[in-house]
């Protein structure tokens, strides 16, 4: 018997997917629950896990083909209707390179390192699989049982590439994404666990990183960037949009955190960082500066009366902005604790459609990998963003008490707003990010933290 799977509706207002990669191939089984194909909508990349168990017997939707909701994807049986089963043999060395597979780029999978990964796990097939390098891993054979944990296999060329390039073996790494497959958070972490048991000698010295493998190529924007790319440009077009900067001295909040890490950790199971009360101090001066929580609606205002703040997240297919609903209202703990959820089920495409909805301001760590600060650009129908830099330690002149100047080491970071210059005027910016700048700098956050 068999059962046609069908589109979900992955939102309230999504009308049609594009299937952006099959996880799995015709004569292949699935079970329940197991990720079965990844679609990507105007509002979120995700996966589509199986509603029941069996063989694929049929894809009736490729790869880059957009569909309505509803439409059947694939036809799942007991494998005996899988016409198409004979045809596996000629489909069976894609197999083998089973992350590689979707990718296309022919320099990914040429790529001798790309093998070794793959290969890597020879309790799944090694009789068929490592047969062109059994030489090499048949003695690393005994160790090897972690591997498939990790799925190593299943890596996108990003991961793969970087960790290439920092010389990290994919098959020794325990993956955290769905299913235990490898993300690149998974291989930053294996990369700096070594680096701080190694001397400073090699880490000082720059080692350009290898030539990424899409020079010289050419590939299709995806679903996902079309739409950031019109939005971007829409908003460029149709609003006034400016930056104001100002630096904020956030030593206090260094302190707090120093002070109350190990308590945090405990509560929440994570490390604080700067970001909760970054979005904090944002949302409660949003409170106060109705302007830069509103949309123009024509002629019209509208003030929103919740501030939901959207945070930006850095993925493999772009950027993506969860919300943190009436974030004014929580604790540090609960606005840390979303933060790192709903960033983690991002990069995992477990986000759901309507968590990246009903933001009214947005707010993006511009300095995660370093940057002072930047003039990040405003999206409809939002009038705002705050952009936060890297929190850096430097000279700064300070005043005692008694009016004495003195240079003192201190833990600064710029904040850069952008806004809408149709609704907000530079004076109510000004307003707004003297009021962050106080809040941060006091750190009186002992009544909100949560612990």
């Known amino acids: 018997m068999s059962e046609s799977v069908v589109l979900p509706a992955l939102g309230e207002s999504v009308t049609e997917g594009t299937v952006t990669r099959w996880l799995k191939k015709v004569g292949e089984t ?136 920092s010389g990290i073996d994919l098959t020794q790494i325990a993956g955290t994404g769905v299913g235990g497959r490898i993300r690149k958070d998974d291989v930053l972490n294996a990369t700096s666990a070594p680096a701080s048991a190694t001397s400073s000698a090699p880490a000082a010295a720059y080692v350009p990183g290898a030539a990424s493998p899409l020079r ?18 829409a908003s460029m077009v149709s609003t006034a949009q400016l930056t104001t900067v100002v630096e904020v001295d956030v030593t206090k909040i260094a302190q707090l955190r120093q002070k109350v890490q190990s308590a945090f950790v405990a509560k929440s199971g994570g490390k604080l960082n700067f970001m909760p009360f970054f979005a904090l101090a944002a949302a409660e001066a949003l409170r106060v500066h109705p302007k830069l929580n509103a949309t123009i609606d024509g002629d019209n205002i509208v003030y929103h009366g919740s501030e939901n703040i959207s945070f930006a997240v850095d993925t493999e297919k772009g950027l993506l902005t969860p919300v943190i609903r009436d974030a004014a209202s929580l604790n540090i703990v609960e606005i840390a604790q979303q933060i790192a959820d709903k960033a983690a089920r991002t990069r995992a495409n477990q986000l759901k459609p309507d968590e990246l909805g009903g933001g009214t301001f947005t707010l993006t760590n511009t300095g995660s990998r370093g940057a002072l600060f930047d003039t990040p650009v405003v999206f409809l129908p939002q009038v705002a963003i705050l952009g936060t830099g890297v929190v850096t330690k430097r000279p700064v002149v300070v005043t005692d008490a008694n009016g004495q100047d003195a240079i003192s080491i201190r833990s600064m970071v710029y904040l850069a707003l952008s806004y809408d210059h149709r609704l907000v005027d530079g004076a109510d910016a000004s307003r707004f990010l003297v009021d962050v700048k106080s809040r941060l700098e006091d750190a009186n956050f002992d009544a909100v933290l949560g612990l």
């Open 30 to 165: 699935v079970a329940v629950d197991e990720p079965l194909v990844e679609v990507s909508t105007d509002k979120v990349d995700t996966e589509i896990p199986s509603p029941v168990a069996g063989v694929i017997e049929q894809i009736l939707v490729q790869e880059d083909e957009t569909v309505e909701v509803g439409a059947v994807l694939v036809i799942i049986g007991d494998g005996s209707g899988a016409a198409a089963a004979p045809a596996a043999p000629a489909a069976e060395p894609a197999a083998v390179v089973e992350a590689p597979a979707p990718v296309v780029e022919a320099p990914v999978v040429a790529a001798p390192v790309v093998a070794a990964p793959v290969v890597s796990a020879p309790v799944v097939s090694a009789p068929v699989v490592t047969a062109p390098v059994v030489a090499a891993p048949v003695a690393a054979a005994p160790a090897a049982p972690a591997a498939p944990v990790s799925d190593a296999g299943y890596v996108t060329p990003l991961v793969r590439k970087l960790a290439q390039e």
């Open 216 to 233: 010289g190529t050419t590939e299709p924007m995806s679903r996902l960037r079309k739409v950031l790319a019109e939005r971007a440009v």
